[in-house]
């Protein structure tokens, strides 16, 4: 996939995520006031939370695709893992407010502090509505992020995923609340929060390991591995290092070669790995090998 074809597809389910997120907002928080249930007021502060990043993301999104600079050399990609970072910041504190707020009306319910008449019946078909839009902005979100490997769309594609969890517990509270249970509207609230709670740290933990480098462990080592092995004049392969940029590796190999062979024979033999790694990782954007002698092995008797 082109560079040019990522962006598209990212910016298109971006789009259409924040055109849902922004109608979401709305209609469930008017709907959540005018119909007394503090669930669905909760899940219209998540999604204004949702407006406020994925413009952030468009933002961020556009910077990664900036092209390389002197100061950046192997570009801007980089930075949709800081989206994605600045994605679960968002989320993670429009929860910690949520479940104050939800158990705050939850004592107070309870209590006797307050009275509650119930949620009006269109809060609960909001609900629903809002959990089948969901869904499928789910299942397409998370076929962009595979298919680009982005890290930004793929944290999006998790928060629609838990959106459809938060908005379900909603309707779910909204029912029991109709039915007599009205502590339930609020208590539904928090647990939407606990939810996002949890969206957010899996969004941060993903972004970070990106940051970190944190690669796919064994996988990409036995992938590089068998690709070596086939190549006879490749005596060792000392060390496999891989550095990632946005959705792509820069691989660095050092592989020890025949002491015997001139300069022009292992750089021959390093341009054929680079290819050759280059060509069979889609991945790969980069491929940087440097030979050595190969170091002699004892012989164990």
């Not at 025949?258 to 021959?268: C, H, V, W, Y």
Request: glycine share 8%; aromatic share 8%; hydrophobic share 50%.
């Amino acid at each position: 996939m082109t560079n040019g074809t990522r962006l598209r597809l990212s910016h298109r389910v971006i789009n259409l995520g924040l055109g849902a997120n922004i109608f979401l907002s709305l209609v469930k928080t008017v709907v959540g006031i005018m119909g007394s249930s503090q669930a669905l007021l909760a899940d219209g502060i998540n999604s204004t939370s949702d407006v406020i990043y994925y413009i952030v993301v468009k933002v961020f999104l556009l910077l990664a695709h900036k092209p390389p600079d002197t100061e950046h050399p192997y570009g801007h990609g980089q930075l949709e893992s800081i989206a994605a970072l600045v994605i679960g910041s968002f989320v993670i504190t429009t929860a910690a407010a949520i479940f104050w707020n939800s158990i705050s009306n939850v004592f107070e319910l309870l209590t006797g502090e307050v009275q509650s008449l119930g949620a009006a019946l269109i809060a609960l078909w909001i609900a629903l509505f809002t959990v089948c839009l969901k869904i499928f902005l789910t299942l397409w979100t998370r076929k962009v992020g595979r298919k680009s490997g982005n890290a930004a769309v793929d944290a999006l594609a998790s928060d629609h995923r838990n959106d459809i969890f938060a908005s379900s517990a909603v309707a779910v509270g909204i029912f029991l609340a109709r039915i007599g249970l009205r502590w339930l509207d609020p208590l539904a609230g928090a647990l939407v929060s606990l939810i996002i709670l949890y969206t957010g740290i899996s969004i941060l933990r993903d972004a970070a390991a990106d940051l970190m480098e944190t690669l796919p462990g064994h996988t990409l080592k036995k992938q590089i591995e068998s690709l070596l092995s086939a190549m006879p004049e490749i005596r060792q392969i000392m060390e496999i290092h891989a550095h990632r940029f946005g959705p792509t590796f820069v691989i660095n190999l050092t592989v020890g070669l025949d002491g015997s062979l001139s300069i022009k024979d292992g750089d021959r033999i390093a341009l054929r790995i680079m290819d050759m790694v280059h060509n069979e990782l889609d991945f790969v954007s980069k491929v940087y090998v440097y030979y050595r002698p190969a170091l002699k092995v004892d012989s164990v008797s």
